[in-house]
């Protein structure tokens, strides 16, 4: 549409108020800047800068946010203050926002993952539903700057030196750590022979 705007400032604001029809008629703070920008005659390059800016920020300003942390509960909100622990809870939270039709689904949906590992014990089930649509798609990221680890290993802990597994040649028996398997959820981690 801003391609094919009219030359003239009248017509170009008047396009630029049908872009701004928020609920309630609200008009943001960022929205008069780009008014101003507009009216001011700058370079259609400054313009068209603006303009996008105004779009990613409207498009983000509707978008449901559900926030995820390592510290997190389940049984929490999925706000930034009162982040999830599991990414499954989150995706099992914005399923739940497409099925009731949720305001915040309008824009889409980011789950944000905040900074440290996430323990996966069994496999993340994503329904083709879960990626939402082109107009609200479902995001999952980190956070700006964190890093963000899924992780489906567990650390081995408790090794001790030797063993007395007769199948082993006794003079080998004290050069063999062991170590009790981890439990992962309620049951014991399975191991395997290395390639």
């Not at 029809?21 to 609200?26: A, D, E, H, S």
């Not at 999830?84 to 399923?95: C, G, H, S, Y």
């Amino acid at each position: 549409q801003f391609a094919n705007m009219p030359m003239t400032t009248q017509s170009r604001m008047q396009q630029i108020d049908t872009l701004a029809n928020y609920p309630m008629g609200t008009k943001p703070d960022s929205f008069r800047l780009i008014k101003k920008t507009f009216k001011s005659g700058e370079p259609m390059k400054t313009k068209i800068i603006c303009f996008i800016a105004f779009v990613s920020y409207t498009f983000y300003l509707t978008a449901g946010d559900i926030y995820v942390s390592p510290y997190g509960n389940d049984n929490a909100a999925g706000t930034r203050q009162s982040p999830l622990q599991t990414l499954e809870q989150a995706i099992k939270q914005a399923r739940e926002w497409r099925r009731l039709q949720s305001p915040e689904t309008t824009g889409g949906i980011n789950i944000l993952l905040e900074e440290g590992i996430y323990p996966q014990y069994k496999s993340l089930f994503i329904r083709p539903e879960d990626s939402g649509t082109t107009d609200s798609p479902t995001r999952i990221t980190a956070v700006p700057n964190a890093h963000v680890v899924l992780s489906g290993g567990v650390p081995v802990t408790g090794w001790e030196q030797g063993c007395e597994d007769t199948r082993i040649p006794e003079t080998l028996r004290n050069k063999i750590w062991v170590a009790e398997a981890p439990r992962m959820g309620n049951k014991s981690g399975k191991t395997r022979r290395a390639a």
